[in-house]
């Protein structure tokens, strides 16, 4: 009645009634779990059900339970008129979490390691949370827009094709996938391109693109160039590549490329992070005369220029200005894109076109970060992209995005006319709000999550010279929109200009 083992688990075992999981799991769990850290071993008999139900002041039935359990699982054998014996089977060696208080305090986890390793303020995490009903992002797409009828029919054509299987097994060369060659075909006709499949690399992500391009161009200390106001996801990226980041003046007409003539010689240029189309954050337009002009700069300086065009497809008034990269004549541009943002953020891919050399090396880190890809996606972007649906489905949510931004523009005439100056933006799902007198911005980020409306710390933007709000306003919808610019204007009001700076 008072065998070690019986008294063993009483200590061990602890079990709550009142939880969803049942009880005989619980117990389970924690007879695996003492298994495991080697105080039941192979061989060991478990007491009988009736001695064991005493111990735990449980059901006969419940221990019954437990043991067929254990059985199933493999980590005991019942043998008839014997008893319950361990097993310990040789494939079950992932830790099962025990319920028992007791049994987790005679190991814990180690919360730091025993050897030293690089930390990076870099890469901190920059995610805020918040319970506001209402939040401000930087120009991301609405999640509520995208097809989910249809995505669930395209998904399931895709898993019904009998290809995915040999590819997934395919171990001998073969020419470019159906993928690549839609997915050139459609730059080709969409931004001026005259590449091939040997000239484009997939990627899980523009980030992930952007990475793989940092770690084949830089080195520590190499001087890169990016605007005086950039992309801090970008900048992350190049400074935990070791880089030397030097900011060049951006104007009405874009980047100031006769300031980098000027403050820099050949040779001491890495490459220049430029957003053409519209820059990060400003939405700017870089003019066709600086363009030709840093074009000519990069092949006599000898420097590269990467060219981020993350929402090249959200175009309103007039046609697009093609890509840098599309009069590249010198090899000198690496285009970073995106495709599908019409679709779930997990059908959205990354794109790099630049020439065959680079990318044949990226396609190496490729390897090393992501051999396995996502051939679903490849097939359904690949469908979609021949049958036109993301041409058709792209036109469809620029309307929508289109009066959204009609809609805010008119609520910031309403409600902040002498106090923010804007430009319409000719594409893109932000706007740019500078305050014509400077606030604090951090205050009316507090005052505002106050009244229900979240303004992250990536937006906003406040120096000696700067006191502006990159303002997204694609996932919003009209009547949310007014909500958020009242809600604002509410919180100017508390703020105020005579609340000074932080």
């Known amino acids: 009645m008072n065998s070690p083992v019986s008294n063993l688990l009483q200590q061990l075992i602890q079990f709550e009634k009142k939880t969803s999981q049942p009880v005989y799991i619980q117990i389970a769990q924690q007879i695996i779990n003492a298994i495991q850290r080697g105080y039941l071993s192979k061989g060991t008999a478990l007491p009988g059900t009736r001695v064991l139900s005493q111990k735990l002041k449980i059901h006969r039935n419940t221990v019954v339970a437990v043991y067929d359990e254990l059985a199933s699982q493999g980590w005991v054998e019942i043998i008839p008129n014997k008893g319950t014996f361990i097993l310990v089977p040789e494939q079950a060696t992932a830790p099962i979490k025990a319920t028992a208080h007791q049994i987790d305090q005679v190991y814990q986890y180690p919360k730091t390691t025993g050897f030293p390793f690089q930390t990076s303020f870099n890469l901190a995490s920059t995610l805020q949370t918040t319970k506001a009903e ?141 957003c053409a189309h519209r820059h990060y954050p400003t939405t700017v337009t870089l003019s066709a005369e600086r363009r030709l002009k840093l074009l000519e700069l990069a092949k006599t300086y000898k420097f590269a220029i990467i060219e981020d065009d993350y929402d090249y497809d959200f175009q309103y008034n007039g046609s697009a200005m093609l890509p840098m990269a599309s009069a590249d004549g010198n090899g000198v541009v690496v285009y970073l894109g995106k495709l599908g943002q019409s679709l779930f953020p997990s059908f959205q891919t990354g794109f790099v076109v630049a020439p065959e050399s680079l990318i044949s090396e990226a396609k190496n880190y490729l390897q090393l970060l992501d051999k396995q890809g996502d051939m679903i996606q490849e097939q359904i972007l690949a469908e979609l992209i021949h049958e036109g649906e993301i041409y058709r489905l792209l036109k469809k949510n620029i309307v929508t995005y289109k009066e959204r931004r009609d809609c805010l523009c008119e609520h910031l005439t309403t409600y902040f006319k002498n106090i923010i100056t804007w430009e319409k933006p000719s594409g893109g799902l932000a706007i740019w709000l500078r305050f014509n007198n400077k606030i604090s911005l951090v205050k009316l980020a507090e005052a505002s999550e106050k009244l229900n409306l979240f303004l992250p710390k990536t937006i906003l933007y406040q120096d000696k010279d700067t006191c502006a709000i990159r303002f997204g306003f694609g996932q919003l919808n009209e009547e949310e929109l007014e909500t958020a610019i009242k809600t604002l204007k509410t919180a100017y009001d508390i703020v105020g200009p005579a609340s000074g700076t932080t």
Request: net charge positive; with cysteine; hydrophobic share 35%.
């Open 134 to 274: 209402y939040s401000i992002n930087d120009g991301n797409p609405d999640l509520t827009l995208h097809p989910v009828h249809e995505f669930s029919r395209w998904y399931s054509a895709a898993m019904k094709r009998k290809s995915l299987i040999s590819k997934w097994n395919q171990t001998t060369a073969v020419s470019y996938s159906k993928f690549e060659t839609q997915l050139c075909n459609y730059l080709n006709a969409t931004r001026g391109f005259h590449i091939k499949p040997k000239n484009l690399i997939s990627t899980r992500s523009t980030e992930m693109s952007l990475y793989i391009v940092s770690q084949l161009l830089i080195k520590p200390k190499d001087v890169i160039l990016v605007g005086h106001l950039s992309n801090y996801a970008s900048n992350m990226i190049f400074q935990q590549a070791g880089a030397d980041i030097k900011t060049i003046p951006v104007d009405e007409n874009g980047l100031d490329v006769d300031y980098i003539r000027t403050h820099f010689i050949k040779g001491s240029i890495r490459f220049i992070y430029i």
